[in-house]
Each structure stands twice: as structure tokens, then as C-alpha cells.
């Protein structure tokens, strides 16, 4: 006799051994993936304007390595430039390791607070900026280390 079309003996009525349905694991990817929480794109926001402001920066660098072909700035310019591409780009990417180097990257705002006021501290722009600079620095690391953010950089 021929089996039914869902696998089954029509006398016996259990599959045989080579007509069990396979169990088929969960897609994961973009088609059924949740949106991207604010806390990323705040990070991905800022981490644009840490390249910007390395992008307007680099004159700076340049000029100074036709004097000294290694010299501070320019090495710490460009581990800071690498490390924001590479963390950026693992964040993109959805990668678990990609939440602790944004925790990383997003922890270089707590010094900018004292930073800020301390470079404006005759004039109250010194206060805006030092609260703006706070506020940035508490939405960035309690929003990467929520629940939707783990559970969104989810890839190995």
C-alpha cells in the first residue's frame, strides 16, 4: 500500500520511520526580528558623532605627524577611531559581543561631563552642556543594559 500524503500507513496509522516530519528551528534574523530599541540607536547616533568629530579632527593629526611621524594625539585618535568602526560595526551586526564594547564606548561620556563644565565654568553654557553631557551618559548606559538590548543583540 502507498502511504498518505502526510507520511502515514493508511493500515497502521503511524508514520514510518523515514516519513517523521523533521523539527525545523526557529528562523532568526531581520524577517523576524523585533525593531531596533531607542537605547541602540541613541548608540548608533552617538557613535556617528564620535566619527564626525574624528573626521574634522584628522587635520589636526596630519599636521602634526609631518613633524613627528608617532606622536600622542594621533594614537590615541586612531585607537579611538578603530575602536568606535569595530564596535559600531559588531552593533550592526547584532552581535552579543557587541553590547560590551558599546558599554565601553558609551562609558567615554562620564568623563566629558566634568570636561564640559570645567572648560565653560565662567559662562552657563559650562552647566548646559555638563547636564546635556550627563544625560547622554545615563540614557546610553542604563539603555544598553536593558532587557530589550540584550535580548536584540541576540547573533554569535
Known sequence: MRPTPDGREPSSGVAGWQNRP????????????????????????????????IGLSLRFVVDQAV???VSGVGVVVMALLAYTIFTTTLVVQRKVAGRGLALGLASLTIPGVPLAWFTFSGSPLGLILAALTAVLAVALLRGLTGPSVRAWLSEQ
Open 67 to 69: 613633524s613627528a611621524p
Open 22 to 53: 523533521m523539527s525545523r528551528p526557529q528562523p532568526s534574523g531581520p524577517a523576524t526580528s523585533t525593531r531596533m530599541p531607542a537605547a541602540v540607536r541613541l548608540f548608533l547616533g552617538y557613535a556617528l558623532a564620535i566619527l564626525a568629530v
